[in-house]
């Protein structure tokens, strides 16, 4: 779930690549007729952020129960390369992506930015905060002051944690920034690294079941302008502006997809597994539980995206030095949801 981070280290670079391109190979790409199976079903390729886990469920379940072939779709989904889904996204590799608010910034907010749009979210608020062993104090921010935290190095991500830290009354340069890209975050607790931003859904439920007595607190619960969109779907512009249509049946199966897991967390998580079958059965489980509650909250339109938070985030990037200006309502549309 935090590849992401590293994705973010190679946007900028990959944004200069597509610039000196030019959008022909991409428009090229997604404007040509898309592939249609002998039966008569349309592929879409999505590119995931990560490895496939509960944030994912929708997608699986949509293709397992068959509302996306009753949409005239057939799904392909693949994992990220190594500059990320929204590139591939934006090269017309793949007409859908996931990837996250934050992450979305330096894409919007290039010289040249990137062809894409977030048509709907995945969960509702973002469920990212840090965790820690219990017997470490860090009940909240101020209670880093002292301690190793693993860090990923990147300004957003910094700027978030002194900004919280100093609000919580702590003194931001007394937290020892470790860099660390944590891939197992129960067997780092228990060694060097006292405190690690996770998200709760995955990261958060493997640390339960590993046995570990935990601190945790969201960043939402902080402040409120941190409740930005972690995870959302991306799309390629010139996709969306040539098979509109086809993006809007994609994402009603997709809804049906998530609204089923909603209902069934059970079922959900055993389809899940059926598909991706090196997945810990159990982690998946006991996740799928905890996060079938996040895919709507208190909505009623499944991947609604709402305009005040989507830019209050936004401008606090801007107003802190970490992006140039994103214009009010710019990079999302829930034009292609169903209601």
């Known amino acids: 779930m935090k590849k992401f981070k590293k994705i973010?280290?190679?946007?900028?670079?990959?944004?200069?690549?597509?610039?000196f391109a030019g959008c022909d190979s991409a428009d090229k790409a997604v404007n040509k007729d898309l592939n249609v199976t002998s039966n008569g079903l349309t592929e879409i390729t999505l590119v995931l952020d990560?490895?496939?886990n509960t944030n994912h469920t929708g997608f699986y379940?949509?293709?397992a129960l068959g509302y996306y072939e009753e949409a005239g779709i057939k799904i392909n989904?693949?994992?990220?390369?190594e500059d990320g889904a929204t590139a591939m996204v934006a090269m017309?590799?793949?007409?859908?992506?996931?990837?996250?608010?934050?992450?979305l910034a330096p894409a919007f907010t290039a010289d040249a930015a990137m062809p894409v749009t977030a048509v709907a979210a995945v969960l509702q608020h973002n469920t990212s905060g840090i965790i820690s062993l219990k017997e470490d104090g860090i009940s909240s921010p101020?209670?880093?002051?002292?301690?190793?935290?693993?860090?990923w190095d990147l300004p957003v991500e910094q700027a978030m944690m002194q900004y919280v830290v100093e609000k919580d009354g702590g003194d931001f340069s007394k937290v020892n920034l470790i860099p660390e890209y944590v891939t197992d975050e129960a067997a780092a607790l228990q060694q060097d690294i006292d405190a690690i931003w996770v998200y709760y859904g995955w990261a958060g439920i493997a640390c339960n079941l590993a046995g570990l007595d935990t601190d945790y607190w969201n960043f939402t619960d902080i402040d409120k302008v941190f409740d930005y969109y972690s995870p959302v779907i991306v799309a390629n512009n010139d996709f969306l502006e040539a098979h509109g249509n086809i993006a809007k049946a994609f994402l009603d199966a997709t809804k049906k997809g998530y609204e089923y897991a909603v209902e069934n967390p059970e079922d959900a998580a055993k389809i899940l597994c059926n598909a991706v079958p090196e997945l810990d059965a159990n982690l998946v489980m006991e996740?799928?539980?905890?996060?079938?509650?996040q895919y709507k909250a208190e909505v009623t339109q499944w991947g609604y995206i709402d305009q005040n938070r989507w830019d209050a985030f936004y401008s606090w990037l801007y107003e802190n030095n970490l992006c140039d200006k994103i214009e009010s309502g710019f990079g999302f549309t829930n034009e292609y949801l169903s209601k």
């Open 8 to 19: 973010a280290l190679i946007l900028a670079c990959t944004i200069l690549v597509l610039s």
């Open 50 to 52: 990560w490895t496939p």
């Open 61 to 63: 379940v949509a293709d």
């Open 77 to 81: 989904i693949v994992q990220p390369p």
């Open 92 to 103: 017309g590799s793949a007409q859908f992506g996931i990837d996250f608010q934050d992450s």
């Open 142 to 151: 101020k209670g880093l002051e002292g301690k190793n935290y693993a860090t």
């Open 287 to 293: 996740s799928q539980k905890w996060i079938s509650g």
